[in-house]
Nanobody, 125 residues
């Protein structure tokens, strides 16, 4: 079972930036698409972004498109989420996840079979 460890969260003022990292264990990182989700208090976990196995394709939630960028470095077994122009409503715990290679869309939680422990992002207004 793969281990995913997120880092890079913290407290930032509105309009600021953060870069999240997710390091994966194992030797098959490049065989899987990866995704980022987030969960705010009292809300369901929601899709943020996803990236294909080699990084050639990326997908974003409408709420973050144009502000967030997902990328990956397969040599380092790491996926990143660059977050710019942060808003108060971006406050949440952010999770990275590994795609199971199934038939669900990248935006669906059911498409992912391994999750990190999460990293808190707090945006002050």
């Amino acid at each position: 079972q793969v281990q995913l460890v997120e880092s890079g969260g913290g407290l930032v003022q509105a309009g600021g930036s953060l870069r999240l990292s997710c390091a994966a264990s194992g030797r098959t990182f490049s065989s899987y698409a990866m995704g980022w989700f987030r969960q705010a208090p009292a809300k369901e976990r929601e899709f943020v972004a996803a990236i294909s196995r080699r990084g050639g394709s990326s997908y974003y939630a409408a709420s973050v498109k144009g502000r967030f960028t997902i990328s990956r470095d397969n040599a380092k077994n790491t996926v990143y989420l660059q977050m710019n122009s942060l808003k108060f409503e971006d406050t949440a715990v952010y999770y990275c996840a590994r795609d199971r290679g199934g038939t669900y869309a990248y935006t669906s939680i059911e498409e992912y079979d391994s999750w990190g422990q999460g990293t808190q992002v707090t945006v002050s207004s």
